[in-house]
């Protein structure tokens, strides 16, 4: 009985083995050979026709030591090679594929962190447009922005809270400004401050977010809420950053807002009061735009004069 026990258990052993070998996942931990000789000729073909400018030949041979030899001890520094086979063939997005694969697979290889920066690269080439990629073999055109954002992502979520997702994060929002998605832009740039407050591009970020709120009331609808936004991001950046160069410019951006938030006030009256005939609101409006003088006194003086003649439109309404 032992016997029999003894060789079904060997058998077992023998069928999960070669699947172990042929894993393109996960590498469970110390299941790494100790020695590999196949694994190493594999490799050292390859290296001798990348030499020799034999690409696709050394992409065969990578190809084949990682799925015949997936537990090797050179699985690391072939699945790296063959990103780098990938882009001297021009084929960015299978490139950037291979060093994701080292860097979700080899955590603890040397190359974990030089596959993270190959990807940091690409993805700021593309972001700056001087990575291409070709269409239908002929044209080189800049990557797509949906392929650039998620490799900038990527980059972030493989690389958290150190300078290298820092820095992607940075090149991510700057993209998004680029590509007119103001509002994912702004997100970015607030979740920079909020990540790396210490990093060389918070305050950079701080100030765009509080640009960003500034321009946006002039694109469709003035809106107030976005004007105090950026009140509150220009107020934040001195707060935050009290010895920096721009914190003083940040202050009198504030100040400005507010003047102009005190303007855009006095125009919601004005509209009340001679469009809308909402005397009661117009009124609110003035009053409020009276009592911030100091802020814009030229606001101020206007309102006291439209102040009246609401006041006067609103005693003439009938009592219901």
């Not at 609101?281 to 802020?295: D, G, L, M, T, W």
């Amino acid at each position: 009985m032992r016997k029999v026990l003894l060789l079904q258990l060997c058998a077992a052993f023998a069928l999960v083995l070669p699947m172990c070998e042929q894993t393109d996942g996960p590498l469970p931990a110390g299941s790494i050979r100790a020695t590999d000789p196949e694994a190493d000729a594999l490799l050292q073909k390859a290296v001798e026709y990348r030499n020799q400018g034999k690409l696709s030949k050394a992409k065969g041979e990578l190809r084949e030591l990682l799925s015949e030899h997936g537990l090797a001890p050179n699985a690391p520094q072939a699945r790296y090679m063959l990103g780098e086979v990938y882009e001297r063939m021009n084929d960015p997005r299978e490139a950037f594929k291979q060093y994701t694969k080292v860097v979700e697979n080899y955590q603890s290889s040397s190359l974990y962190e030089a596959a993270l920066n190959r990807q940091l690269a690409m993805a700021t080439s593309a972001a700056n447009e001087t990575l291409k990629t070709k269409v239908m073999g002929l044209w080189d055109v800049p990557m797509e922005s949906t392929v650039v954002i998620e490799w900038l992502e990527t980059v972030i979520r493989n690389a958290p809270y150190n300078d290298m997702s820092a820095t992607a994060t940075s090149v991510l929002a700057d993209y998004l400004v680029k590509q007119e998605q103001y509002e994912a832009a702004c997100a970015v740039y607030r979740r920079l401050v909020e990540n790396y407050p210490d990093s060389r591009y918070a305050p950079g970020a701080q100030m765009m977010v509080a640009k960003l709120w500034a321009a946006s009331h002039t694109r469709g609808d003035q809106n107030l809420v976005n004007l105090a936004n950026a009140q509150e991001a220009y107020e934040e950046f001195t707060l935050r950053f009290p010895n920096h160069p721009d914190a003083k410019k940040a202050y009198e951006e504030a100040k400005n807002v507010r003047r102009l938030l005190v303007q855009q006030e006095l125009e919601v009256g004005r509209y009340y009061l001679e469009r809308s005939k909402e005397y009661p609101s117009a009124v609110f409006c003035f009053e409020s735009v009276i009592r911030q003088k100091k802020v814009n006194p030229e606001a101020a003086k206007e309102a006291e004069a439209l102040l009246a003649r609401a006041k006067k439109a609103a005693a003439a309404i009938p009592a219901s």
